[in-house]
C-alpha cells in the first residue's frame, strides 16, 4: 500500500503569516494532486504537479513536486481566512489513475 | 455544468440496518468513484466504475458493501448490515477519463460531491 504522510496535522495561524505544509511517501507517484475540502464538501483540486522538480503557483499558493517524485509542498504566503480548510494531497501511481490520498492537514488562519 | 449530486445528505441508522446512497456524476463522465472518509482521515477509495464497469473494487468490504451503475450514469452504493466502524462521509466522485485512453498516462480531475455523512448508532 502506498501511504502519504501529511505534516502537519493541524495548523493555527494569525492573518498575513506564511506557512509551508508537506507530503511524504515512499513511493514514487506519476503525479501528485493538492485538494482543499471545506467543511460539508467535497475535496476541490487546486492543481496537479506531474514533472520532478515541478513548480506551480496558484496567486498566494506555490506547490511544489519533489526531484523524486515522492514528496510534495504547498506553501501559503500571506494567508488569509478563507485559506481555512482541510489541505490533502493525492499520490496517482498506476496508468488506471488511482489516487492514495494523505490524511491531510487542517489549517486554521484566525483573522 | 451542474456538479455532482448526491443523496442524503446525512443519515443516521441504528447498527445492522441497511442504507443505500445515490450518486449523479457530471453529465457525460465516464468514471465514477466511491470513497470512504472517516473523521480526521483523507478519502479511502471504496470502488472505481468506468460506465458500468468495476474497474477497482479492492478495498471495498464485500461481504457488507455493494456497488452497482447499471446504465453507467447513476451509482448507487449499499451497506448491509451497517456497523459503527462504517460511521464516516461517503463521498462520490467523477472524471472524464476513458478506458482505452492510448499511450502515456494521464491525470484527469476528479469532481466531489458533497457527500453524505453515515452515522450508525
Known amino acids: 500500500t502506498q501511504l502519504l504522510e501529511q505534516s502537519p496535522q493541524f495548523l493555527s495561524i494569525q492573518e498575513g503569516e506564511n506557512l509551508t505544509v508537506y507530503c511524504n511517501s515512499s513511493?514514487?507517484?506519476?503525479?501528485l494532486q493538492w485538494y482543499r475540502q471545506e467543511p460539508g464538501e467535497g475535496p476541490v483540486l487546486l492543481v496537479t504537479v506531474v514533472t520532478g522538480g515541478e513548480v506551480k503557483k496558484l496567486k498566494r499558493l506555490t506547490f511544489q513536486f519533489g526531484d523524486a517524485r515522492k514528496d510534495s509542498s504547498l506553501h501559503i504566503t500571506a494567508a488569509q481566512p478563507g485559506d481555512t480548510g482541510l489541505y490533502l494531497c493525492a499520490g496517482v501511481w498506476t496508468n488506471a489513475g488511482k489516487s492514495t490520498f494523505g490524511d491531510g492537514t487542517t489549517l486554521t488562519v484566525k483573522p | 455544468e451542474a456538479g455532482v449530486a448526491q443523496s442524503p445528505r446525512y443519515k443516521i441508522i441504528e447498527k445492522r440496518q441497511s442504507v443505500a446512497f445515490w450518486c449523479n456524476p457530471i453529465?457525460?463522465?465516464?468514471?465514477l468513484y466511491w470513497y470512504q472518509q472517516i473523521l480526521g482521515q483523507g478519502p479511502k477509495l471504496l470502488i472505481q466504475?468506468?460506465?458500468?464497469?468495476?474497474?477497482?473494487d479492492s478495498q471495498l468490504p464485500k461481504d457488507r458493501f455493494s456497488a452497482e451503475r447499471l446504465k453507467g450514469v447513476d451509482s448507487t452504493l449499499k451497506i448491509q448490515p451497517a456497523k459503527l466502524e462504517d460511521s464516516a462521509v461517503y463521498l462520490c466522485?467523477?472524471?472524464?477519463?476513458?478506458?482505452?485512453?492510448?499511450?502515456?498516462?494521464?491525470?484527469?480531475?476528479?469532481?466531489f460531491g458533497p457527500g453524505t455523512r453515515l452515522t450508525v448508532l
Open positions: 466522485a467523477s472524471s472524464s477519463r476513458r478506458a482505452g485512453t492510448s499511450g502515456g498516462y494521464r491525470t484527469d480531475t476528479q469532481y
Open positions: 453529465s457525460g463522465h465516464a468514471t
Open positions: 466504475f468506468q460506465n458500468n464497469g468495476v474497474v477497482d
Open positions: 513511493s514514487v507517484f506519476s503525479s
